[in-house]
């Protein structure tokens, strides 16, 4: 069976972390980060990094096809250069923690990241106006791909850091979900042989997000739907909520 020992209970919370991976990409970015946690308590707290990652990628790919015309390539190359030592110091992480420490690594992780969107959302000073596009300072460009590699080999949490980063670039809402897509589809691949190094990737985790695509696509296809219907900024305090929940559970 794909699925180990899973039982029906723990498959159908994979389901539905699946289906929430879908609607991040497409959609809502906060949803995602119940998704890891639902993984992580699942599954093995280190195993479920890379055994969600392959969903992340197909998340991706769905979310370049359907909004790769709103990039904006100049902001995506200039967060790239910082993503690799983030990417390298979360590998290395990786690599000297257990599971225990890993579970408490992934539930302050998100919290942080949390309160990082749960700022954004309260304090607009400094925030560009959408459509009128600026670079920060570089500095800030360094951090900030820094902050989302490390933050999303270890935790698959990098989102946050880059929303608040594109919404201070100015990008407006479609610009700013075709450029996130295509910078964590590089990201994400970038990621690929790191976790597969590390044992986090196996024929077993392939085989259960094979099973698991399914429920991903329909929460892709749930965001495309819902992206011009929702009240994004309400929508995602109530999602990161309920993350932050997660996440304490995390740490219990």
């Not at 790769?68 to 967060?79: G, N, V, Y």
């Not at 946050?160 to 589809?185: D, E, N």
Request: proline share 5%; glycine share 10%.
């Amino acid at each position: 069976m794909p699925g180990g020992e899973l039982t029906l209970t723990a498959w159908l919370c994979l389901a539905v972390a699946a289906m929430l991976v879908g609607v991040a990409k497409t959609a809502i970015n906060g949803v995602g980060s119940i998704a890891v946690v639902i993984f992580a308590a699942v599954l093995p707290a280190r195993e479920s990094t890379g055994a969600i990652l392959p969903l992340l990628l197909l998340g991706d790919v769905l979310a370049v096809t359907w909004y790769r015309r709103h990039a904006d390539w100049s902001t995506i190359w200039r967060l790239l250069p910082g993503v690799l030592p983030g990417l390298l110091l979360g590998a290395w992480f990786l690599s000297v923690v257990d599971d225990a420490l890993m579970r408490r690594t992934i539930a302050a992780t998100l919290l942080i990241m949390c309160a990082i969107q749960l700022w954004q959302f309260a304090n607009s000073a400094g925030v560009a106006t959408p459509g009128s596009a600026r670079h920060p300072h570089g500095l800030l460009t360094v951090a900030a791909g820094a902050g989302a590699g490390f933050t999303t080999m270890t935790a698959n949490a990098g989102g946050p850091i880059t929303t608040v980063y594109l919404i201070r670039a100015g990008l407006p809402m479609l610009r700013m979900i075709g450029t996130g897509a295509w910078f964590f589809l590089a990201v994400n691949l970038a990621k690929v042989p790191f976790s597969a190094g590390l044992g986090l990737i196996t024929p077993t985790s392939l085989a259960r997000d094979a099973l698991l695509a399914l429920p991903l696509l329909l929460g892709a296809g749930l965001g495309i739907l819902l992206v011009d219907r929702l009240r994004q900024r309400q929508f995602e305090v109530v999602a990161l909520g309920f993350s932050a929940v997660a996440s304490v559970s995390l740490l219990l």
